[in-house]
């Protein structure tokens, strides 16, 4: 089922005219346009998971070794899928438990999620379970793009949570899931790509399957 927040003032395509030179003109004069879309992730779980981290990691490319309990704060990344660019506008939260409210906006106008646990807390894989909970709630829906992602894979040492666990969560959810290390830079980006990717096929028209009759 297709998520069906309101559109975000980002679902509204951005024309830009296009300044690479090589890009011919057009017939009348006219220039090639560049459509860059517009698409907003939010990340969402326990506080000290690694949500500053991992998103620092895909929008600035280095590692936020020290810890800085986050308010909110908004990075933007321009990146390419398939042959389509997007402006992804990544809200990293502040951390979440059971009782904390859920803000209106970490539902309208958003995209996709990337939900985030420690694979060094079990603690904070239930909390994404509630958190979870609470995306659907607010959105009234049934599924949202989002991926789960099993953040600091780097600390097997202290793991208490196990791959499996991560992946029958997702499984329930009908999402992706993946470890990843912010510290290591690993799967970072297929995660980001990996939320873009599940909201591009819930924007894509169903296709209805036609029966074809020879007359
Ligand atoms: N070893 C390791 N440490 C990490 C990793 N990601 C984050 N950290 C560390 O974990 C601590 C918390 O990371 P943050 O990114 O601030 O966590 P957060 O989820 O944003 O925390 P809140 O904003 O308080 O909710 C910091 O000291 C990070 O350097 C990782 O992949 N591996
Ligand atoms: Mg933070």
Redesign the pocket.
Known sequence: MPFCCPPSNDDKAVAALDADDSTAPLAGGRRRRNIQQKRKIVVL?F???????VTIQFCENHF???????IENTFERTVQLGSEEFTVQVVDT??QDEYSVFPSQYSVGVDGYLLVYSIASKSSLQMIKVLNDKILNAAGVESVPRVLIG??C??GARRQVTVEDGQRLAAQWGCSHMEV???HNQHIEEAFMGVLAEIEKSRAPAVEEKSCSLM
């Open positions: 779980g506080r000290g998971v690694g949500k500053s981290a936020a070794d020290m810890y800085h309990p986050t502040a951390g953040n600091k780097d600390m290390s912010a510290k």
